[in-house]
Structures are given as C-alpha cells and as structure tokens.
DNA sequence: GCCATTATCTATCGGACTGATATAACAACG
DNA sequence: CGTTGTTATATCAGTCCGATAGATAATGGC
C-alpha cells in the first residue's frame, strides 16, 4: 500500500506530537478528514507499531480531565522514512460515494425520498463548508492552504450541482416505490433480458482500458 | 453497511444481467466506478450469497472466448430486497484522496515531485472526463444522466482548480527534499515541540462538533 | 444534590474488503 | 510458436472499519 495507516499518522505528527484520541480527532473534525480517514482499532496499533520501529518516540502526559494520555513524537528516522515515502507517486483516489449510487436509482426511490437524500446532502456540505472557512489562517505552510483551497471548490460545486439540477429527478411522476418495484418485475422481465450491464459500450469508442485509472 | 458489496452487485444486476468479470469490468472502465468500487474478492462471494438467499439467479453460458460464464439475474424477491435498502439514507461519503495529503506537504516534497504528482492527477483526471462523455447517450434513465453531469461537474472543477493554483506551491525555492528533511530534525525540535496537532483550534469557534459530518 | 449525558482516553475484535495471486483457455502479434 | 493480452472464476493473507468495552470527570438539567 502506497499511504497506510502508519505513514498517515507519522505525516500528522510531523505537524505536531498528538495522542491516538488527538489524531483522530483532527481527522475527524478538521479539514484533513475530508479527504482521509481512520479508526481508532487501526490509529493505536499504528503508532504502537511506529514507536517499535523507532519512528516515534512515547511520553505520557496528563490528559485534560485528570486522565493519562500517551503523546506520540516523530524521530529523525520517522521523518526521513515519512519523506521517503512521500517520493512515490500517490495512490489512485478512492471514493464511495452512496448518495450517488442511491440517485442512480430516483425512478425507484420516489421523488420524495430523492428529494430527502439530497437535502441531507446538502445540508451536511454545508456544514463542512463552513467548518472549511472557519479553519482558515494565514500562517500555515503553501501545502495546506492549497488543499483546502481545493476542498472548499470541491463542495462548492457540489452544492451548486445539486441545487441547480435536483429538479431533474425530483418532478417525474412516479407512484410509490413500493407497488412500482413489484409491478416492474413482470414488465421488465421480457423487455430488459436482451440488455445486458454496458462493459461493451465502454471501449469501442475510446479503445480499451483508456478509462481506467 | 448500509449498502455493502452485494447489495452494491443487486442493483447494478437491476439494470441487466450479467457475469462477475462483466460487473467488475463496468465498475472498473465505467462511470459508476468514479464512486463506487469492489474487487472480485468480494464480487464472487457477494454473487453466490445472493444466489443462495433467492435474491439472483445464475445460468451458465458461452464466453466470448469459448469460456463458460456464470450469467446472474435479479429475482423479484431481489428487485424488492434493493428497493428497501433504497429507503434508508444513504452512508456519508467515504474518500482518500493520497494526492491530496501529498499535496499538503508540498514542502518536503519538492517543487519537482509537486509538479509530477500534479501532472499525474491531471492526466488521469483528464482522461476520465473524457470516458464521461463518450459513454454520454440520450436514453437513459434520468437518475443516471443526473449522476454524469454531477461527476463531469466535479471533475471539471478538479482540474480547473490544479491547473488554476499549482504555480502556489509549485513556485517556492527549496532545497532537495533530502537534505531538507534532516536539517528539519534539528531545527524544529525545540520550535515544533510546543504545537500540537490541532484539534483545539477546531471547535472553539464553530462550538464543538458542528464540523462533523 | 443527583443523575444522565457528554467528552477524554486507550484498547480489542469480528467481519468486511482489498490486492495479489493461481488457474485455464484462447486470440493475436511478430 | 512463444509471449502477451483478454475473458473468466476463485481463494487468501492481511489491512482496515465499526462497534464495543471500560475508566474518569466535567457539564447540565431538574
């Protein structure tokens, strides 16, 4: 794997010493969690690992409220081999996107439901909008301005899709999803058999395998 | 899960039947793979689960290449089960973007490694918009031209962006990202030592949690 | 004052999923 | 006539998630 766990959290904690609870923290409620991500079961074996393999050093601190927390540093060696593999070339995006999946389908989920799920959508981006520009600070590296510059236009143009475009799939007439699936099957049944998924009418015209990546 | 691999395979069998190599090749060369993906790994088990479970049916039949393939078919108890997973809402969106985070340390990177990583993404970026519209056809269902037109949104401003700020952090004057990284060990040290990774400077303002999501 | 909730903090584990690999048959290329 | 590429199914080690557990203490409601 080009980016695992580990290296991911060596990486934050090239920014800062942090304990388990304060890397996935960060990544939960800060700009970084919009575009990576990890639990709990895979941080603390991850740093516990990091710490054998010298790439970070472990000191116990007193928590905010009376508990011990364990801090994590990164060591000379840590860097190095965080910079190391930072001159690779980076994995392929990776992105599970069910609400997109779920709109595929508006002609079986009724315009109400549609209209639900784009509205939580909707709300939720902007949530993380407004979470993006309240971060903001002059004083951090290039890197991170840039990226969050990148997100920011990212949810932007989400929103502005799905709000100016929803009607498309929202104003069909259709009756209830329910009575509509039962009935489809018998009408289907003959009509769709010949067609089969599209692999074909992917690469006639682009030649083979250009798609990909 | 809410939607997990073989629900994922239900409702791609919805629009057609077809073998496990043929689903994994339309989300691999296709436009549903831009946000959805899964391994043959998971394919061929979810495929015989549902096949047990009275959701599919399998028939064998002639390869394109003189090889027997196993064909699935959606059931009526299949078609159901799908269109009652539909009615819940939808996961949130689940990304790793390693360019991104990449990016991020665009400073130990190198403005020639940068330039690479950016060049790299855009290629790809490029050629999958391209894929988007040739596969582009007036027939299908409006749930689906409705997602196109939200990938091809998105894509465009991906690329747009790279192409709009990439001299940001690609301009800056560094060192190679070698000697750089070990310098950085004994300069920081004492500077860094003080700052934690912020998860602080999240919820002072926005109130705690709001970023979540 | 008391109890439910929430936040901080570490840790484990079953199960889902990936990525790589094995196998096999045939086509096309040079 | 070998090598590579495509079609096709299947398995498996290892990674990672999501849920859960357990402990402490501040907060807030009533």
Redesign the interface.
Known sequence: M??DIPM?CL????????SGY??K??L???P?G????ASYGSIYPALSRLTHQGFATCRESAGERGHTKKVY?V??AG??A??ER??T?????????????????????GAD?TA??ID?KLA??K??L??MR??A?GID???????R???E??LS??IE??EA?RS??ET?PNQS??SQ??Q??GVQAGT??A?????D???P??GK?????
Chains 1, 2 share one sequence.
């Open positions: 080009a980016l991911l990486g934050l904690l090239t920014r800062g010493e942090a304060e890397l923290k960060a939960q409620d800060g970084i919009q575009f990576m991500e540093a060591t000379a860097r190095a965080f910079a930072l001159r070339v980076p994995a392929e995006d990776k992105l599970r996107l069910e609400f997109l999946y779920f709109l595929m389908f508006s002609d079986l989920l439901h639900l799920v939580h939720t981006q949530a993380k407004a979470m309240s971060v600070s590296p290039p890197g991170e301005r840039f990226v510059g990148y997100a236009a990212m143009t989400s899709y799905l475009h498309l799939i069909a999803a329910a699936t039962v489809a099957d769709v058999q067609r089969t998924v599209q692999t009418s992917v690469h015209d682009t395998k250009a798609a990909l990546a």
